[in-house]
């Protein structure tokens, strides 16, 4: 399996419509459309992420118990 | 005596040697900003009797021969995130035009009992995220180098208001770059320090992992006092580090010879950098080389890769912090606010770990770097100032961030101004940043480059006084 997101088809405005509503968010129409126009860029730019990182690759700000 | 020109290093020494007194300077900037902020919009609201009473109270102690630090007596304004007790704090939005807040912010705390004097709220970008934005309840502020264009963001009411004289330091805060944006197109200082060396306690989150609460100032020297009078841990605040603050005044004089300086290939050159930059930081790199640094080139990953990195974790951070707003009245966010905070509502958790797991090895690369150089320079900013068009489209995520890289890891970063555009007549910016902690070896750095060059010392001029 690739770890290359971008060869994935962009989002149509209908999924991007069904994403907002399944967050749970009621935006009025006007707002909904602003949105749709601006959400490709953004999903352009996860799918740039480089993936396929070792398990010792942790995340940033992980737990530091001895910071208690 | 140009009081309003004046740094907080001359006003301490004016009022060392009685020359001028707190309320004498305040009077003078409340006419100065009366003035010309109509036609600047940095303030969201003057708080005329506090810093009256504050200077008055400054004057009393100063007289008396107490002391309580480098801010005593030193007018400053707050961007309007910054909470202020029984004063309103906005965030610039409709979401909190009524907000007054409780408490102070930890840092106004510490500059109230340092016998600072608070001038007022300041303007920025909608939570210090959307802007510029025509569709506010206050205007977005405008650039005193060229009304016809904006301060940068989001701490635009700070640049703005320093480089215009209304006061010589002001606090802003820098996720992705909005204290070092601003500061480079307004010809200003401005610091972000180390993650965790100002505590963010009372100021409104934009991005928990990476914000930062800074001095902008017209100096480098002007950094080091007000950076003294607001660093230290903060038990309250779970990003604050418990280590030793120094003494960053004293610390300004060690010069630059023999320090190693590495200049980031490609960043500050390329498509979308204005062609006035290169030169301008090869000449400063030149200065720098003539007081016995020692410059070379050092590779880093793109601009495009910390943009993205930074932007994806930043609008996962941003959406749980407005989620609840964004539920019950996204109407009442500005719209630029809005449309950048809602893609965290699609990026999904593996996208967000992904991003987090990234900015680790991001953040490695620089700790090597950091290994061979004491500091690492390139611009404040690629481009000079925007112009202000209300209907220029949103960029954001999209054009490449200078500032970022180091929002990605934390380290302290200064934006000082280096020079002007030819064409425009604009501020141009370098950028000096330091291992963690070392905002020690930033400030020499920058203030050896002051003392053997002027460009702190351009004002713009404010044109005739409004009536």
Known sequence: ?68 | MDIPLLTIAELRRAYDQRELSPVEVIRALLDRVAAHDARLNSFIRITEDIALAEAREAERLLLAGERRGPMQGIPYGLKDIVETAGIPTTGHSKLRQDHVPAADAEIVRRLKAGGGVLLGKLATWEFALGGPSWDLPWPPARNPWDRDRLPGGSSSGPGAAVAAGFMPAAIGTDTGGSIRGPAAFCGICGLKPTYGRVSRRGVFPNTFTMDHIGPMTRSAEDIALMLQAIAGFDPADPGSEDCPVPDYRAALDGGVNGLRLGLVEGWHDGEGAHPDLAPAIAAAVAVLQGLGAVVEPVKLSSLRDYTDCKTTISSVELYSIHEPDLRARPQDFGRILRNRVLPGALIRGEDYLAALRWRGALANEQKRAFARFDALLTAGARTIADRADPSAPDRHGVTVSITMPFSISGVPALAIPCGFSRAEGMPLSLQIAGRPFEEATVLRIAHAYQLATDWHRQHPTLGPTLD
């Open chain 1, 1 to 68: 399996m690739s770890d290359d997101l971008s060869r994935l088809p962009p989002a149509s405005a209908d999924d991007i419509r069904a994403l907002v509503k399944r967050a749970g968010l009621d935006l009025p129409e006007e707002l909904l459309q602003q949105f749709v126009a601006v959400w490709p860029q953004y999903e352009a730019m996860v799918r740039r992420i480089p993936r396929g990182r070792g398990y010792d690759e942790e995340p940033a700000h992980t737990f530091r118990p001895a910071r208690w």
